[in-house]
C-alpha cells in the first residue's frame, strides 16, 4: 500500500462564485455539478437537469461570457468565475429581444429546454449576427427539445438576427 | 445519477499535479475540460478517490507559433482550436476537424490534451494527430519525453501515457502551402461520435500528383492507425476513379473494424471506403 | 361558435403561460422544496428475468443521511397491487403488479428496493450497499418466440398471449381471389420510447395527523391519479389532492401507473413525511413506458383498374411482463386492427393480432397510440400496389380514398366517420408541395445520379374519445371535461378547466374559447388548471381531447356566464336584458353599440354593493359546465403528409429536404399553436422513422439506455416543415373542434418510409423495417451484407 495523505483532501471546497452579478461564498461537496450547485443552493431553478451526461443541453448556463453544459461542470470549477442563468440573463434584459420572439413564434411548448435554448441561440446572435438558417439549426444543434418541430425556435431566432441587421 | 464522493484539488503547478499523482497513484484521476470524464462520474462508471483539477496550471495553455513549430497546450480548448487563425493558417486539417466535435458549449470547455489522453477510438483530434505526425509533450517528475502520435495510441482508451505522468503539449510541424488536408465523417447526427471518419494529408504538386500521402480513421478500430495499404496505393499517383478504387480495395488489408450499435463491422468498412473516395477527392480539389 | 363572436378562435394569439417559462420561473416538480423532504432512488434489476434469492439491506441502511430502505414486501401494505386489464378488451390478463416487486424480476429495471434519504446523493451513495444474489430465470426477449409459448413468463398465465382480437368482414378470400393484383409485405418497427425532456417526477406529501395526501406529480390526469392514490393507497378520495404545476413535455409518457411512482408515494404514507422521485435519464430509458414494437404483415388486394378490393392484416407486439395500469397494454394493437386501411373505401378487411408478454420494460400508449403502424403499413402497401399497376401513387390515393360526400361512413372494422375531407386534403396538399413540379425535378436529379424520393401518406386519427375508449371496460377514467367560469370583482375572468397543460398551449386556446365566448380582451381571462382541489372534475390530457372537450365545456360556460352578467347589468342598467351586449370588455347598448357599463364597474356593484339591486335579485357570476362526446366513438380527424428525402446510396444517409402536413382538425383555434404541435408530433414520428429505437440484446439488457445512444431528431436534421388545414368542423360540439395531437406523430414515419423506398425505387431496393438506419438502407442496396 501507497502511504497516502501528506496534502489534506479537501471534498467540500468553499467557493466563490458571481451568479448572475452577485458576488456567493458557499461550501459545496466537491462531486456537486454546477446545476444542482444553482438549483439545490441557489434556487435557480431555471436550469434543468435533463439528462446529466452532457447530451440534452437543458442545463445549458453561462461562464466567464461562454455557454457550457451545467452538468458537466462541477461547481468547485467555477471558483473565481461568473456565472449566468436564465434568470439572471431574464433580469438584465440580455435575453429580451430573444424572449419576445420565441413568445410571439410560440417557440416553446412545456418549457423545459427553454432556458438553455435561449441562451445557446443567445450564443449565436452574440457571435453570429450573419447566421443562415441552416447555421441556426447548426448551432441549436445540441439544444434537445420533444415538443416542438424546432422550426418555430429557428424562425424565433431568425427574426431577432433579421432585427438586428435591419436596426444597424 | 449523482456523482460518487471524491476530493478535488487544484493544482498550481505541475510539481503540485506530480506530488498529488505520486501520493494517490491511480485513485487520483487529472480533470481538464471534463467533458467525459464528468458524464462517467455522474453515471458512477468511475469512482476516483481525487480529481486532480489542472486546467489553472498556465504552462499547458494556449496555443504557440515557433517559426514552423506550432505548439498546442493540452488546455486548449476544441473552440479555441476552431477560432485560431494560425491554425487555420498553419494547421488547416484541424479546423476542418473541431466543428465535427461534438456541439458549441462543449467544445467551448472540453480540451485537446483531454481528448487525446482519453482517447476515445470515435474522437477526431487522435487520428488527425496521427496524420499530422504530431510530437506529444509528456511530462512527469522524471522528465519530459516525446512520443510520436503513431506510437501514443495504444488501443481502446489505451496510451503510452505511464503512471504519474501528464499529457502537457503537443507539438506539430505546419503544413506548408503546397500540403492538403481533408475531413470527413459520417455520424447519425451533427456533434454525434463518428460511426466512421476519416483524417487525410498529402502533399500536392502542380500536377495534381499527391506524395506522402497519410490517411487515419477514427470509429473503425481501437486505435487511429495509419492505412498503410491504402496510402502506398496512392503515393506518387494522381486521384482518380481508378486510384481511388485502388485505395478502398486496399482498405481491406488497412482495417479491421469493430461493430458499433449503429453499423457492423462490413457496414463500417463499407463507409470507410466511401469517405476514402470523398476526403482524396476533396485532396485533388 | 355561431352564437357569439369568434372574437379570439381562429387567431394565432400568443399564450400568457409561455412568459414565465421563457424566463425560467416555471414551478417543475423538480423545483419544488417542502420541509423534511426525503429523496428516494430504486435498486433495479440487473437481469432481464431473475428471481432474487437474497437481498441485503443492512449496509445501506447504515449510509450517512439513509431514512429507510425497504424491499417490496415491506411496502405492500401500503399499497395494493393492480393488474392492467379492461373489461372490453375480451379475454386480456395481465398478473398483479406491485409498487416494488417481490421476490422476482421481470425486466432490466424493475425495482425491487427503494432507498429513502436526506439527499439524493445520499440515497445513490447507499444504493451501492445493496448487495442481491439473484437466480437468472430463462428470458423471453423476441416477440414470435413469446406467441410460441416455449418459455412462459407467467406460469399462472398459461402463456405469453395478454391479449388477441380478430375480425373479419367476411368475404376477404372471395376478393382476394377475384383480385387481378395482390400485394404482401412485412414491416418491423423499432421498440421507441417518448423521452419528455423533464424526467418522470412526483413529489408525495403525506399528513398523518389529516390523513390527507398531497402528491405534485407530472401527470396529464390528476383525476384519475388521485382516484389511483385513494384506492391503492387507502385514503379517501377527497383527502388525496394531486396538483400538476408546469409539466415538462408528456406524449403520453406520464399518463400511466406507473410502480416507482406508486412506490414513493407509499414510502410517503410509511414515513409520514414528503418524498419525491425524479427519475434520472438513465432510469428513464428502462422505466418510462416504451412503444410500438410491432411486426406486421399485410396484404392488399386490388383490381386492375385500381380499386382496393380488400386488406388482411396480421399483427404482433411485444408489451415487456405486464400491461400497463390502468389504460392496459391492448390498445395500442387494439387501435392497429382499427385504423389499418381507415381512409379507403374497401369494403372487406380482416386482421389477426397478438399482443404478447415479453422480458422487456413495459410498453402502452405513447403519442398517436397504434396510428404511426397502422399508417405505415397502409400506406406502405398502398405505394407498393400503386407502383405494381404502373399507377402515380397521388392517383391511386385520390381513386380509393372514400369521397368526401360519403360521410356519416362506417369502415370495415366498425369505426364510425362523422365528416372527413380525405379529398379536399389531398388537393390542398398537391398544390401545396408542388407535386408535379416536384416529380419534374425528381426525373431530372435522377438522371445525374441524385435520388430523391417523394413520400405521401394519408391518416385517419382518433380524437376527441368517448367513454367507449376507457369508461366502458370499467376504468375510472373520466372522458368528461369541465371548466368554472368565473367573473371576478374587477372585471377579470378566473377559467378552472380539469383539463391539463404540458405546452401545448391549452390554457391559452381555452383564455380565447372564454374570452370570445364572454366579449372580453384576453388579458383579462386567467385559466387555471391542473389541481383536483380546484378545477371540476375530468378525465385531463390524452387522445387529443384538450381543445375538442375541454374548450366545449369553457364555451358552454362562458356563454351561460354571459348571461348572468347581463342579467346583472339590467338589474344595474334598469334596461332590459336582449337591449344590452358585451363587447371589449364593456356592457354596450345592443343596437348602436355604445358604451354603457365597465365590466369593473359591473364587478364591484354585484360584490359589494348589491344591496343597490332588486329585492329579488341574486347575481350568479360563476358558471360551471361539462362537456362529453358521445354522438360517436371517436371523433375522427384526417390529414395527408408528404416527404421530400435525399437518400446518399453510397452512404446511405437519409437528409430530409421537406415536410408537408395538410390536417382537418376541425376548428382550430390558434393556428400558431396548432402548426407547432403538429411540427412537433411529425419530429417524433421522423424519430421512429430514421433514429429512436430501444435496442435490446439477446439476454433482454438495453444497449442504447442513454441520450448518447438513443438518438433523437435534433434542430440540425429536421427538415422545415409546411402545415396547411382544412376546415371540418365537427358537429358534435358548437366549438367544433377536433384534437390536433396524433396527427404529426400519425403519418410522419409513413411518408417518409415512402419517400425513402421511392429514392430507392431505380435500385429495385426497398426498406421496410423502422427505424430506416443507412445500415438498413444500405443493406437493402446490396451494398453491405
Known amino acids: 500500500m501507497r502511504r497516502k495523505k501528506e496534502i489534506p483532501l479537501e471534498h467540500a471546497p468553499e467557493i466563490t462564485v458571481t451568479v448572475n452579478g452577485t458576488i456567493v461564498t458557499r461550501r459545496v461537496p466537491a462531486r456537486r455539478h454546477l446545476i444542482d450547485f444553482l438549483r439545490e443552493e441557489l434556487g435557480l431553478t431555471g436550469s434543468h437537469t435533463g439528462c446529466e451526461h452532457g447530451v440534452c443541453g437543458a442545463c445549458t448556463v453561462r461562464v466567464d461570457g461562454r455557454i457550457v453544459r451545467g452538468c458537466l461542470m462541477l461547481a468547485v470549477q467555477a471558483d473565481g468565475r461568473r456565472v449566468d442563468t436564465i434568470e439572471g440573463l431574464s433580469d438584465s434584459g440580455e435575453l429580451g429581444e430573444l424572449q419576445e420572439a420565441f413568445h410571439r413564434r410560440n417557440a416553446l411548448q412545456c418549457g423545459f429546454c427553454t432556458p438553455g435554448m435561449l441562451l445557446a441561440a443567445q450564443d449565436l446572435v452574440a457571435g453570429h449576427p450573419d447566421a443562415s438558417r441552416s447555421e441556426i439549426r447548426e448551432h441549436l444543434s445540441g439544444n434537445y427539445c420533444r415538443c416542438t418541430g424546432y422550426q418555430a425556435i429557428v424562425d424565433a431566432v431568425e427574426d431577432v438576427l433579421a432585427a438586428r441587421r435591419k436596426s444597424t | 445519477m449523482k456523482a460518487p464522493p471524491f476530493a478535488y484539488v487544484r493544482a498550481r503547478s505541475l510539481g503540485e499535479v506530480f506530488d498529488l499523482l505520486e501520493h494517490h497513484g491511480e485513485s487520483a484521476r487529472l480533470l481538464a475540460g471534463g467533458q467525459s470524464l464528468l458524464a462517467s462520474l455522474n453515471m458512477r462508471l468511475a469512482a476516483p478517490e481525487l480529481l486532480i483539477d489542472i486546467t489553472h496550471i498556465a504552462e499547458l495553455s494556449g496555443i504557440e507559433v515557433r517559426g514552423r513549430k506550432i505548439r498546442i497546450g493540452a488546455l486548449a480548448t476544441h473552440a479555441e482550436i476552431q477560432r485560431s487563425a494560425e491554425i487555420a493558417r498553419h494547421l488547416p486539417l484541424l479546423s476542418q476537424a473541431a466543428p465535427h466535435i461534438a456541439h458549441v458549449a462543449i467544445r467551448n470547455v472540453g480540451t485537446f490534451g483531454g481528448s487525446l489522453a482519453h482517447a476515445d477510438p470515435a474522437a477526431e483530434w487522435p487520428a488527425c494527430c496521427v496524420v499530422l505526425d504530431a510530437q506529444f509533450v509528456l511530462r512527469s517528475r522524471a522528465g519530459t519525453r516525446r512520443v510520436a502520435a503513431r506510437e501514443f495510441f495504444q488501443g481502446l482508451y489505451a496510451t503510452a501515457l505511464r503512471p504519474n505522468e501528464i499529457l502537457a503539449q503537443v507539438e506539430v510541424a505546419a503544413t506548408g502551402t503546397n500540403w492538403r488536408s481533408a475531413f470527413v465523417e459520417l455520424s447519425r447526427r451533427r456533434g454525434d461520435y463518428a460511426t466512421v471518419g476519416v483524417a487525410a494529408l498529402a502533399r500536392k504538386s502542380a500536377r495534381g500528383v499527391l506524395s506522402d500521402l497519410r490517411v487515419a480513421f477514427l470509429g473503425v478500430g481501437p486505435a487511429p492507425a495509419l492505412a498503410r495499404a491504402s496510402m502506398a496505393a496512392l503515393e506518387g499517383k494522381r486521384v482518380s476513379a481508378d486510384t481511388i478504387a485502388a485505395a478502398g480495395e486496399a482498405l481491406g488489408q488497412d482495417l479491421e473494424p469493430s461493430a458499433d450499435l449503429h453499423a457492423a463491422a462490413s457496414t463500417k468498412l463499407h463507409l470507410a471506403r466511401v469517405i476514402t473516395g470523398r476526403a482524396l477527392t476533396a485532396l485533388a480539389a | 361558435m355561431d352564437t357569439t363572436n369568434s372574437g379570439y ?260 404514507v410509511m414515513l409520514r413525511r414528503p418524498v419525491k422521485f425524479v427519475a434520472d435519464r438513465l432510469e428513464s430509458f428502462i422505466s418510462d413506458i416504451h412503444a410500438r414494437e410491432h411486426t406486421a404483415t399485410v396484404r392488399l388486394a386490388c383490381s386492375k383498374e385500381g380499386d382496393i378490393l380488400a386488406f388482411d392484416l396480421d399483427d404482433l407486439t411485444g408489451i415487456g411482463p405486464y400491461s400497463v395500469y390502468p389504460r392496459t397494454s391492448g390498445i395500442e394493437g387494439n387501435q392497429v386492427v382499427n385504423l389499418t386501411g381507415g381512409p379507403y373505401k374497401h369494403q372487406q378487411y380482416r386482421a389477426k393480432m397478438h399482443v404478447v408478454f415479453t422480458n422487456k420494460n413495459v410498453t ?6 397504434g396510428h404511426p403502424i397502422a399508417v405505415a403499413i397502409t400506406e406502405a402497401i398502398v405505394d407498393l400496389a400503386a407502383a405494381k399497376l404502373g399507377m402515380d401513387p397521388a392517383e391511386f390515393r385520390r381513386r380509393n380514398l372514400v369521397p368526401d360526400d360519403a360521410y356519416p361512413y362506417t369502415f370495415p372494422s366498425g369505426l364510425k366517420f362523422e365528416k372527413l375531407s380525405h379529398h379536399q386534403a389531398l388537393d390542398r396538399l398537391l398544390e401545396l408541395m408542388d407535386y408535379k413540379a416536384l416529380r419534374t425535378e425528381q426525373a431530372a436529379l435522377r438522371a445525374k445520379g441524385v435520388y430523391r424520393g417523394i413520400g405521401l401518406a394519408a391518416m385517419i386519427e382518433v380524437t376527441n374519445p368517448s367513454p367507449a375508449f376507457y369508461g366502458v371496460g370499467g376504468a375510472r377514467i373520466s372522458s368528461q371535461d369541465g371548466a368554472t367560469l368565473r367573473f371576478e370583482p374587477t372585471g377579470t375572468i378566473t377559467c378552472l378547466v380539469s383539463v391539463t397543460e404540458q405546452g401545448q398551449g391549452t390554457e391559452g386556446a381555452f383564455a380565447q374559447v372564454a374570452a370570445s365566448a364572454l366579449g372580453v380582451s384576453i388579458d383579462r381571462v386567467r385559466v387555471v388548471t391542473g389541481d383536483t382541489a380546484v378545477t371540476p372534475y375530468g378525465g385531463g390530457t390524452w387522445a387529443s381531447r384538450g381543445a375538442g372537450i375541454g374548450g366545449e365545456a369553457v364555451l358552454q360556460a362562458g356563454k351561460v356566464l354571459r348571461e348572468r352578467i347581463l342579467e346583472v347589468a339590467s338589474a344595474i342598467l334598469k334596461t332590459d336584458k336582449s337591449e344590452l351586449d358585451i363587447a371589449s370588455d364593456e356592457i354596450v347598448s345592443k343596437v348602436s353599440g355604445e358604451p354603457r357599463l365597465e365590466l369593473s364597474e359591473l364587478g364591484r356593484v354585484a360584490y359589494f354593493r348589491p344591496d343597490t339591486l332588486p329585492m329579488d335579485f341574486q347575481s350568479q357570476l360563476m358558471v360551471t359546465r361539462h362537456y362529453t362526446p358521445r354522438s360517436y366513438g371517436f371523433t375522427f380527424t384526417n390529414g395527408i403528409q408528404a416527404s421530400l428525402v435525399e437518400v446518399d446510396a453510397d452512404t446511405g444517409a437519409v437528409t430530409l429536404l421537406k415536410h408537408w402536413c395538410v390536417e382537418d382538425c376541425g376548428t382550430v383555434i390558434n393556428p400558431m399553436l396548432v402548426d407547432e404541435q403538429i411540427r412537433g408530433g411529425i419530429a417524433q414520428g421522423i424519430g421512429a422513422a430514421l433514429y429512436e429505437e430501444c435496442l435490446y440484446s439477446p439476454e433482454g439488457q438495453l444497449l442504447n439506455g442513454n441520450l448518447a445512444d438513443y438518438l433523437l431528431p435534433m434542430a440540425g436534421e429536421m427538415p422545415d416543415i409546411i402545415v396547411a388545414h382544412v376546415t371540418t368542423p365537427t358537429q358534435t360540439s358548437e366549438l367544433g373542434a377536433k384534437g390536433a395531437g396524433e396527427a404529426g406523430t400519425a403519418g410522419a414515419p409513413a411518408a417518409v418510409m415512402n419517400a425513402i423506398n421511392d429514392a430507392l425505387a431505380p435500385f429495385g431496393a426497398r426498406v421496410t423495417a423502422q427505424p430506416f438506419t443507412p445500415e438498413r438502407i444500405l443493406r437493402a442496396l446490396g451494398k453491405v451484407s
Open chain 3, 364 to 369: 402502452c400508449q405513447y403519442r398517436a397510440v
Open chain 3, 9 to 268: 378562435v381562429g387567431k394565432s394569439v400568443p399564450r400568457a403561460n409561455a412568459r414565465r417559462l421563457l424566463q425560467g420561473r416555471g414551478t417543475y416538480v423538480d423545483d419544488l422544496r417542502l420541509p423534511r423532504l426525503a429523496h428516494v432512488v430504486f435498486f433495479r434489476s440487473p437481469h432481464a428475468h431473475a428471481r432474487l434469492r437474497k437481498l441485503d439491506l443492512a449496509a445501506a441502511r447504515t449510509m450517512p443521511g439513509v431514512i429507510a430502505v425497504v424491499d417490496g414486501a415491506a411496502l405492500a401494505p401500503y399499497c395494493k397491487p393492480w393488474v392492467g386489464v379492461l373489461g372490453h378488451l375480451k379475454g386480456i390478463k395481465s398478473p398483479p403488479q406491485h409498487a416494488i416487486a417481490i421476490g422476482r424480476a421481470c425486466w432490466q429495471g424493475e425495482a425491487v428496493a427503494a432507498v429513502v434519504a436526506e439527499t439524493r446523493e445520499q440515497a445513490e451513495d447507499a444504493l451501492e450497499k445493496i448487495e442481491a444474489e439473484w437466480e437468472e430465470l430463462p428470458v423471453v426477449v423476441e416477440m414470435k418466440d413469446a406467441l410460441s409459448g416455449r418459455r412462459v413468463i407467467h406460469q399462472e398465465l398459461g402463456d405469453n398471449i395478454c391479449f388477441k382480437r380478430e375480425l373479419d368482414t367476411g368475404a376477404v378470400d372471395e376478393a382476394f381471389a377475384k383480385a387481378d393484383i395482390v400485394v404482401e409485405e412485412t414491416y418491423d418497427f423499432g421498440r421507441h420510447t417518448g423521452v419528455t425532456l423533464e424526467p418522470r417526477s412526483i413529489l408525495a406529501d403525506y399528513n398523518a395527523a389529516e390523513h390527507t395526501l398531497t402528491v405534485y406529480h407530472a401527470t396529464q390526469t390528476p383525476h384519475m391519479m388521485q382516484d389511483i392514490f385513494s384506492r391503492h393507497l387507502d385514503i379517501p378520495e377527497g383527502n388525496v389532492r394531486v396538483i400538476a404545476k408546469d409539466v415538462g413535455g408528456s406524449f403520453g409518457i406520464k399518463v400511466h401507473v406507473y410502480a416507482d411512482e406508486m412506490a414513493a408515494a407509499a414510502l410517503s
